[in-house]
């Protein structure tokens, strides 16, 4: 046979099978997803998984397999019952090691992974580079380095676990993102829940911590939601943030018996601290090592007093910079805030800050450009507020419009704190409403120093400005014996304090001063309680039909005659006024020193409660209509001259 016949007849050969196959279909199948069930169909978990495809379910019926599985396909694999369903892997590398996407693992008891120490660091389950993996409803207890690691893995669900006894940790996240880890309850030797090295946008919430070294522990980790866990009986931190963690929110949790409830350690910046409930801690919150503009916000911060330190605190700060501290409400603790060592440019605003041993206090290393407001400090043992700190001054801070009551001392300033700015605060019923020691060029004014068994003492050498120029004025001092001849509101002879302290312009009535929505300041000296200061617009007492422009407000008093010093900005209410008292006009005097800029009226009534209006004589608001309606009439009598 020669090549020709040989090629054609082999050609012909091919087609028909060719054709054969065609027309018969093959003989193989590709086949759906199906569950394979352990050990009916194959005697082991890995064995299952290395014949299951994509998609397929892995039933593991209750017993105990001694493997280490490697998950490899995107499969889920379910147990039969988390208490007897057990994968064990017998003290050597990941029990169960996940390099799939979008697996899914449940109802396991996983124990008895192996090396704790680098770089095994070998887990019960650990996802590496993972994508959409659920891990839910296990049980991991006794592995080597922690119960679940996540390795580079974005967008896990670890939910609902129970892990406790590994040798580091519960779960462990290293360089992994936008994971959940929520519902989990874990009782570990070392970590609670970790994260290192870029593991960033995690949710990390109602999971309970308890009984660890550190409840959370996070390391250049950013951007992360802690938020809704209770934590508690953690030896050392219940979180932990430290170094580079920028813009993690702590928000929500429950710290209970915790050695520190939450550090701060940086450098870092822009962490918030918001609505955590903590209790019984030898530390509440501690900020320190230059951790900066850190937000401390609507905590409850109660019994922090364990331990053996003198210096635990509700919150400390060593070296946190620019930190903000406000709306917390800390009661029972050692310190309330305390800012030990150099800590600048700290505002602390809007706390109710009671019953604590002491309430605000600056010591080791002085802390300047503090700024301390609208807070209440009340009933603490020691100072309400004290800039006295040990080893250097606290310099240019502003305490203002804090209401200051029961403490020993209210204010207290020592070690050189100067130049400082005390103003509009009420200072009642304390011990000293001031102590003041080796401290000078401090400016007090504009304060209610009230009925405080000794109002003022100053140490020798301590020289300050105690009022403003007149007609501005300096304090009100309950005990102050003076008069006031020319109505002003301005007591005639000073208030002495010693040789070198007075106050040269006190007040006769307390200062109480209003900030507008229009952001202008109504400030008021009065002999009478004042309430329900109000701007608005109003009719006209004697003119139904008119809307004007008024200021209301409520004055309280016993028997006597009440007066009122008001300071009206003219930007705000221009012109000449009219004063009511409970609807009737009264006389009032427009004082000699009013300005372009400020009108200062002074009334006088009889003591009881009585309702004050203050409006314009000729309101602006009803110049425009007058305005149009007169020039209205001026064009019909042009038309008509026109016409006629």
């Known amino acids: 046979m020669n090549k020709n016949v040989t090629c054609v007849f082999f050609s012909s050969l091919l087609f028909a099978l060719i054709l054969d196959a065609a027309c018969l279909g093959p003989n193989w199948t590709v086949r759906e997803t199906s569950t394979i069930s352990v050990p009916d169909d194959y005697t082991t978990i890995q064995e299952a998984i290395n014949n299951a495809i994509d998609g397929d379910t892995i039933f593991a019926k209750a017993g105990t397999y001694y493997e280490n599985v490697v998950v490899n396909k995107t499969v889920s694999l379910v147990g039969e019952d988390v208490s007897t369903t057990i994968i064990d892997g017998n003290n050597t590398g990941h029990v169960i090691y996940i390099i799939s996407d979008n697996v899914s693992i449940s109802g396991f008891t996983v124990q008895n992974s192996g090396n704790i120490q680098m770089p095994d660091l070998d887990a019960g389950i650990c996802l590496n580079g993972t994508t959409g993996c659920t891990i ?9 380095f922690c119960g679940i690691s996540l390795l580079y893995s974005n967008g896990n669900t670890i939910t609902d676990n129970n892990l406790s006894s590994a040798g580091w940790g519960g779960i462990h996240l290293l360089g992994s993102s936008h994971n959940i880890i929520s519902g989990n309850t874990i009782a570990d030797k070392y970590g609670g829940i970790n994260g290192h090295v870029s593991s960033n946008y995690n949710n990390i919430t109602e999971n309970d911590i308890s009984n660890c070294t550190y409840g959370g522990f996070y390391h250049a980790a950013s951007y992360n939601n802690i938020c809704e866990n209770n934590i508690s009986a953690i030896a050392v931190e219940g979180i932990w943030l430290q170094d580079q963690v920028d813009y993690n929110v702590v928000a929500e949790n429950d710290f209970v018996n915790n050695t520190v409830a939450i550090r701060v350690q940086g450098p870092n910046y822009h962490n918030t601290l918001s609505r955590n409930v903590i209790t019984g801690a030898e530390y509440g919150i501690k900020i320190e090592n230059n951790a900066r503009y850190t937000h401390i916000t609507n905590n409850i911060i109660t019994s922090n007093c364990a331990g053996n330190d003198s210096w635990s605190a509700g919150i400390r700060l060593d070296s946190g910079w620019d930190s903000e501290i406000y709306l917390n409400i800390i009661s029972r603790n050692c310190y309330g805030v305390l800012l030990y060592s150099s800590s600048p ?29 609208d807070n209440i400090v009340m009933n603490n043992q020691g100072y309400g507020i004290g800039l006295t700190g040990f080893g250097g001054a606290s310099n240019y801070a502003t305490i203002s419009r804090n209401l200051i009551v029961n403490n020993s001392d209210g204010i207290a300033l020592g070690q050189y704190s100067n130049y400082n700015t005390i103003l509009q605060n009420n200072i009642s019923q304390n011990g000293y ?41 300096g304090n009100y001092w309950s005990d102050y014996n003076g008069t006031d001849p020319n109505y002003d509101g301005i007591g005639d ?3 002495f304090i010693d040789a070198n302290n007075r106050d040269n312009h006190p007040l006769m009535g307390t200062f109480n001063s209003f900030h507008t929505v229009l952001d202008y300041d109504v400030n008021v000296i009065s002999n009478s309680t004042m309430s329900n200061f109000l701007i608005g617009i109003q009719v006209d007492p004697q003119k139904p039909g008119f809307n004007v422009t008024s200021i209301r407000f409520y004055v309280t008093g016993e028997a006597g005659i009440g007066f009122c010093r008001i300071c009206i900005p003219r930007a705000l ?60 009439l001026a064009v019909i009598v042009y038309k008509r001259k026109q016409t006629s």
């Open 345 to 373: 440019r700290v505002s602390v605003y809007g706390n109710n800050i009671t019953g604590n041993e002491f309430g605000i206090r600056v010591a080791s290393g002085g802390s300047s450009y503090l700024n301390v407001s």
């Open 136 to 144: 839910s409803e296990n049980r991991l207890v006794n592995n080597g």
């Open 493 to 495: 002879t000073p208030y």
């Open 573 to 632: 209410l221009n012109g000449t006024y009219k004063v009511f008292v409970n609807g009737t006009e009264i006389p009032y005097t427009l004082l000699a020193f009013s300005n372009e800029t400020y009108s200062y009226l002074y009334f006088n009534y009889t003591h009881s409660t009585q309702e004050v209006i203050i409006i314009p004589e000729f309101s602006p608001l009803i110049i425009l209509p007058l305005f149009m309606i007169a020039t209205l």
């Open 433 to 473: 409403g001031f102590y003041i020691e080796y401290s000078t060029q401090n400016t007090i004014w504009r304060n209610n120093i009230i009925d405080n068994d000794e109002q003022v003492y100053v140490a020798t050498g301590s020289i300050n400005t105690w009022n403003d120029s007149y007609p501005s004025g």
